[in-house]
Every structure is written in structure tokens, then in C-alpha cells.
């Protein structure tokens, strides 16, 4: 079959796994009609959150890839909810390339336990993993391909409110005919709102992990852009931007380094590949493009700079199962206990394994595994569903417990009797103030005193002043637990037109004035001629720079039309040399474009030029200016000279001679000529003599 990564839709052919086989305890579904509708056929792929399956949608009699959730997430009531509410929202997506959902539901099972499923488009092919696991590395033309496919699905998501949270090579798939579709929406903020983990924990792929995710556990469309720079940054180079020997040493050097240039491990990389890659995976987030829109429109903006055609994405080869390397594990997967000797490539979590990563300071959720003390300080240690055999031992285990079990409940349930009412009189719970409009100083000290952690994001605001709360969330007068985390929305006051270096390209200016929330405009007819600013960069805008506006207000971008066009020099008349120098100085580069004959003109003096002279010509790039020359002949004096030598001499200037002689003799002297001496006439003129 095709190499697959689990909790992806990719098929090419048998099955991965036969039915007694499967990780997540579903070996029972084969052959079973989900809600008595799909078709169970076949294991496409497993891993930590679901397995895969090929299916048949007996209803429409098409086949379908189903995603059956593992058992941790079919019990838990939390997750239930939000991941129907995320399958609606990523249905509601319809794009080329982003995988289609279908459908969802739960199915009560024939025993009682449920199966959360999802159908989904069923994509024949493979990832770009196993794309780059057999190419190591992409073409430029090719890698700008993969990434504007994957840029325009995250464009049409961001334009719907929905991030990803986990862009990297393995939730990207490539089918036949070398379509690059993204697949997953949903699913990372679906586990992130489950039991399973606490508000404390980041659900991600530490090689991907944008460092506000890490820090704080936010993720907005920026930080979607960010995870798909560090993909284009691997698709150049055929590795991450950062690695290391555990995990959190790869989270803190996203937080701490900036990603560098690829052309410093692939020599000859367009510098403009190497411009774009650093702002797409800038660590301040403000400084990249503000959404996956705004990040495809540089990346076409860079292709077109370099004359990049679209090139077609090559479809991965296929692979056989068994030859799957061991770090291919499951890249969707909860966090087994890391150590701190732990590989990243030595376990199913991976280097590009979505982890359950726990903020700094913050308590492992209740679900984790008891080992969890033996973890690094910044993982959480959530138990992943073992064999048959592990379950059976584990079940057998527990029995020998259940004694201990039941002497502690009763001791428990004891104290939580006689400690209920301090528990909800409010002693654990505290009400958030209200907020809203008063200054951030003070909000903060409203919150500590409340033994609530204040945490502030800033945004421009049209009538709220600067350093004013906005909102928070939870609003004012919502009971929480001590010690928990209140986002203050903090106004910026009204915004104001960024500085913009004349020169820069449009794309920056575009992107600058986007993270600034401002709406820029580009319009032809009030582009202008500049003497210093190239053809097609940026000369300034309107308003200019410094300027309050409104939130987005329109800024309009002033584009260079180069220097403005100068006349051509008249040179007519002027000898050769002196025309082509006078050109020069002009900033022509004059060529003689040909020879022609004109009454008056000297030979090799100018007769006209191309353009004619007055013509208003664009300067810059030294446009050619073509002169012609003039090729009269100077009629000699013959007057005085035997007929013989006159001859000669006309032969020798390319002229005729006519002779009229007094006495019928050929051998006189010439004592009159018709032109005079001196006249210039066209090469091969005829000239009368008289002789005597």
C-alpha cells in the first residue's frame, strides 16, 4: 500500500492492519456499519487520538475515509460536544484544497461504547512526509507550489474564523495527479477542550509550534503562518528549522532564536526565498502577514519576482508498509512521558508528533499518568491506549486494587462531606471584577488582588483610549477558580500609518499596513514618476506615514512609475562622434541604426535619429537611440586636371563623369564642372564636365 501517517485520509491500496490488530482497541469495527450507514472495510492508519479506516457510505454508495476517535475521547462528554461543534465548522469549508468533511456522529456501539467518528473525503495518494522522505528536498518552483496550495485552504479557513493549530507535512496530502489538499481542521482545538487535558496544556507538533504557542498557549491565523514557514523552510532545506535532543529544547529555541536563512544550507537559494521563509516565521507575530491571505499574496508576489512558473507537485511513490522507518509513528498522538534523554525520532510523539505540552509552571491535567512526575517540567504525560494484552493486565491489576480503593473512597467521599460548603460558600472561587474601561494598570492590580492572573493582548480601538481595558474574558461578575488566567483585551488607541521605506516592494507594504489594521489600496492612477525609487516599488502613501486613522481606514499605496521620461537630444547635423557623445550624457545608449543620403548633410554627420529628436523617452535602463548617418559623397574640384586624371579621381568617390569637350577631343583639360566643387550629392551622381 501506499506509506501513510496516521489520523491522515491517504489510501493506495490493501490494508495497513488486520482487524485484531489495531492500537486504539477498535479491532471490533471491521465489517461494522457505523449508525448502520458506513461501512467499515479496511485500516488506512492509526494513531494516539483515532484510526483511520476505509469505508463504504452504503446510503450514497461512495467510498469514504472514517476517522473513529479513540476510546479516551468517546467517553468524555467535553470533548464530544466541542468536536461536533468543530466537524460543523470544518464542513462548512469548501475548498480545492482542503479535505472534504462529510459528515459525523456517535455511534452507541453493540456493547454500550460509543464510537465519535468523522467521514471524510477519501484521497488516494500520500503526504508531503512521504513526499520529502523520498526527495528530501524540493525544487524552489516546486516547495512554492506545495505552499501556496496549502496557504489558499488556510486563507478560505482564516476568512471563516477557523485556525489550524497543527500545519505540518503529515496533515498535508498529495493525490493522484499531484493534488496538495489539508487535512484536520478542528481536531487539535477539539482535544485541547477535552477532559483529557487541562486549560494548562498546548496540544501541537513541537517542530511546528509557533513560540506564542509554547509561551502561552494562543494561537491565532499568524500562527498558522508561522507553522507553514517552517514547512517551506523544510521543503527547501529537507529538515525543520530547529531540532534537538528532546522536545523542549526544540519548544525553547522556537521561543529564543529566529529561523535562519535556508540559502546558509542550500547555496544558491534566491535571497527573496530566503526574505520571505524569515517573515512567515518571525517570532514577534506581528511582524508576519497577518493571515493565510495575506501570506499567499507575498508568496505570489516573491514567485513572480523570480519568474517562478507553478510547477506540478510530484505524487509520492508508493512505499510498503514494512519498510516505514521508526520514527514514522503516529504524528497525531498524545505525549507518552518524556524524559530528558528521551529522542524526539525514538517515539511515537516524534519530532513532528502532535504533543500534549504543558505551559511553564502549569499542573499536569487530572487525567495524566501517574509517571508524569518523571517528565520534563513542560510536558504532560497523558497515558496512550496500549494492546489487548496491556488492557487485560492492566484490568487485572486494578482488581487487586479495588479493596484500597473503596477504603480510600469512603475516607474521601468523608471529606468532601464535611468540606463541601467551604468549597462552594466561594472560599476556592472568586467573582472577576469588572474591567472593562479602566485602565490596564489598574485592572491588573484589581486582578492580583483577586488572586486571578492577569494576562493582556493589545489591540487598536477606534473610541477606547490607549492602555484601556477593552474586555476580558471572562467578562466581569463570572465565578472562577483562584489562581486562574483572565485575558485583558488592551486598547492601542486609534492606529497610525506605519513608516514606509520608499522602495520596498508592495507585498511588505501591503502586509505592514494588514498588521497595523489598516486597509491598503493600490491604485493605478496615482502611480508617479520618481527620479530615485525604481519602476514598481513603493514611493510613500496616502495618508503618509504618522498619521491616526481609524481601523481600517484605506491607506493608498504610491507606486513608482521609474524616472520620468526625457527628450531625445537633436544631434542633427552633428558629426558622428560628437551625436553619440551628447546621447551619452543624456542617459541614451546610442548605436548607428544606418546610412542614408540627405541634401546638405556632410558624410558620417547625422541625418535623424530613432526615436526623433524631441521624443520623450523613459531613461531608466538606458534605452538605445539608434542614428542614422549621412553617406553623400563631397564633389572634387576637377577643374584644371587632364580628362584622364578627373577620371581617376571621380572613380574614387564613387561618382560619374559626363563629358562635353569644345573640339570632339577626349584628352583636354577640364575647365568647368556642374555640381561645383564642394556640393554633396548621393553616391554614384553623375558630374558634367567640359573640357578643352
Known amino acids: 500500500m501506499r506509506s501513510v501517517t496516521p489520523d491522515l485520509l491517504t489510501t493506495g491500496g490493501g490494508n495497513a492492519m488486520t482487524s485484531g490488530s489495531s492500537a486504539n482497541g477498535q479491532h471490533d469495527l471491521l465489517g461494522y456499519a457505523l449508525e448502520r450507514r458506513y461501512r467499515v472495510d479496511s485500516v488506512i492508519a492509526r494513531g494516539g487520538m483515532s484510526t483511520v479506516y476505509r ?78 522522505r523520498q ?90 503562518v508561522y507553522a507553514a514557514g517552517t514547512v517551506l523552510y523544510e521543503l527547501l532545506t529537507g529538515s525543520p528549522p530547529f531540532t534537538g535532543d528532546t522536545a523542549l529544547s526544540v519548544a525553547y529555541r522556537h521561543v529564543n532564536s529566529e529561523v535562519d536563512a535556508p540559502s546558509g544550507h542550500v547555496p544558491g537559494l534566491p535571497q527573496r526565498l530566503d526574505e520571505l521563509v524569515m517573515r512567515l516565521t518571525s517570532r514577534d507575530p506581528a511582524q508576519r502577514p497577518v493571515d493565510g491571505a495575506a501570506a499567499l499574496a507575498e508568496l505570489r508576489g516573491v514567485r513572480a519576482e523570480l519568474g517562478l512558473a507553478a510547477a506540478p507537485v510530484p505524487e509520492p511513490a508508493p512505499r510498503a508498509d514494512e519498510q516505514r522507518a521508526e520514527g514514522d509513528g503516529p504524528p497525531t498522538e498524545r505525549l507518552s512521558p518524556v524524559t530528558a534523554t528521551s529522542s ?158 520608499a522602495g520596498s516592494r508592495v507585498s511588505e507594504v501591503q502586509s505592514k499596513l494588514r498588521n497595523a489594521q489598516l486597509s491598503p489600496e493600490v491604485d493605478s492612477s496615482a502611480e508617479r514618476y520618481h527620479d530615485s525609487v525604481p519602476e514598481g516599488r513603493v514611493i510613500g502613501v496616502e495618508p503618509s506615514s504618522g498619521t491616526e486613522v481609524a481601523t481600517e481606514s484605506p ?10 521620461p526625457e527628450p531625445v537630444p537633436d544631434v542633427g547635423g552633428a558629426e558622428r562622434q560628437q551625436a553619440m557623445q551628447a546621447l551619452r550624457e543624456a542617459g541614451f545608449e546610442p548605436y548607428v541604426a544606418g546610412h542614408e543620403f540627405a541634401d546638405g548633410v556632410p558624410r558620417n554627420h547625422v541625418v535623424r535619429t530613432d526615436p526623433s529628436a524631441g521624443t520623450k ?23 584644371g586636371k587632364q580628362l584622364s586624371e578627373a577620371r581617376d579621381q571621380a572613380e574614387q568617390a564613387g561618382l560619374k563623369l559626363k563629358v562635353h569637350s569644345l573640339i570632339g577631343r577626349d584628352d583636354g583639360r577640364v575647365f568647368g564642372q556642374y555640381p561645383v566643387a564642394g556640393s554633396t550629392v548621393e553616391q554614384g551622381s553623375e558630374v558634367r564636365v567640359t573640357v578643352f
Open 617 to 639: 523617452v523613459q531613461t531608466s535602463g538606458s534605452p538605445r537611440i539608434g542614428v542614422v548617418l549621412s553617406n553623400a559623397v563631397s564633389v572634387p574640384n576637377f577643374s
Open 344 to 501: 524526539e525520532g525514538s517515539g511515537p510523539g516524534g519530532p513532528r508528533g502532535t504533543r500534549a505540552l504543558l505551559r511553564p509552571g502549569a499542573e499536569p491535567p487530572s487525567g495524566a499518568d501517574e509517571s508524569a512526575g518523571e517528565t520534563t517540567s513542560e510536558f504532560a504525560a497523558v497515558p496512550a491506549s496500549g494492546t489487548g494484552e496491556d488492557r487485560r493486565g492492566r484490568a487485572g491489576r486494578g482488581r487487586g486494587r479495588v479493596l484500597t480503593a473503596l477504603a480510600v473512597a469512603v475516607v474521601l467521599i468523608g471529606a468532601l462531606v464535611a468540606g463541601g460548603s467551604w468549597l462552594w460558600s466561594g472560599s476556592s472561587y472568586v467573582e472577576v471584577p469588572e474591567l472593562a474601561g479602566r485602565p490596564v494598570a489598574e485592572a491588573k492590580q484589581a486582578l492580583n488582588s483577586a488572586e486571578l492572573e492577569p494576562h493582556v493582548s493589545r489591540s487598536f480601538h477606534n473610541t477606547v483610549p490607549e492602555n484601556t481595558v477593552i474586555s476580558s474574558a471572562p467578562e466581569g461578575g463570572t465565578r472562577i477558580r483562584t489562581g486562574d488566567r483572565v485575558d485583558l483585551r488592551v486598547s492601542r488607541g486609534r492606529p497610525t500609518v506605519p513608516e514606509i521605506r
Open 55 to 132: 469505508g463504504v457510505d452504503t446510503r450514497l454508495d461512495r467510498p469514504v475515509a472514517l476517522k473513529v476517535m479513540d476510546s479516551r475521547y468517546s467517553g468524555d462528554q467535553s470533548f464530544t460536544e466541542r468536536f461536533e461543534r468543530e466537524a460543523r465548522a470544518a464542513a462548512r469549508l469548501h475548498h480545492p484544497n482542503i479535505v472534504a468533511v462529510y459528515d459525523q456522529g456517535v455511534d452507541p456501539g453493540a456493547h454500550g461504547d460509543h464510537h465519535v467518528y468523522l467521514v471524510m473525503q477519501l484521497v488516494d495518494g500520500g503526504t508531503l512526509r512521504d513526499l520529502l
Open 555 to 564: 491607506v493608498r499605496i504610491i507606486v513608482s512609475k521609474g524616472p520620468a
Open 135 to 224: 526527495r528530501e528536498q524540493l525544487a524552489p518552483s516546486v516547495a512554492l507550489s506545495v505552499l501556496e496550495a496549502v496557504l489558499s485552504a488556510l486563507s478560505a479557513a482564516h476568512q471563516a474564523e477557523m485556525i489550524h493549530r497543527d500545519i505540518k507535512p503529515e496533515n498535508v496530502l498529495i493525490g493522484s495527479g499531484g493534488s496538495v489538499q489539508v487535512a484536520d481542521f478542528g481536531l487539535v482545538r477539539a482535544a485541547a477542550g477535552s477532559g483529557t487535558t487541562g486549560d494548562s496544556v498546548i496540544l501541537g507538533t513541537v517542530a511546528y509550534l509557533s513560540p506564542e504557542q509554547v509561551t502561552s498557549g494562543a494561537a491565532d491565523a499568524r500562527s498558522d
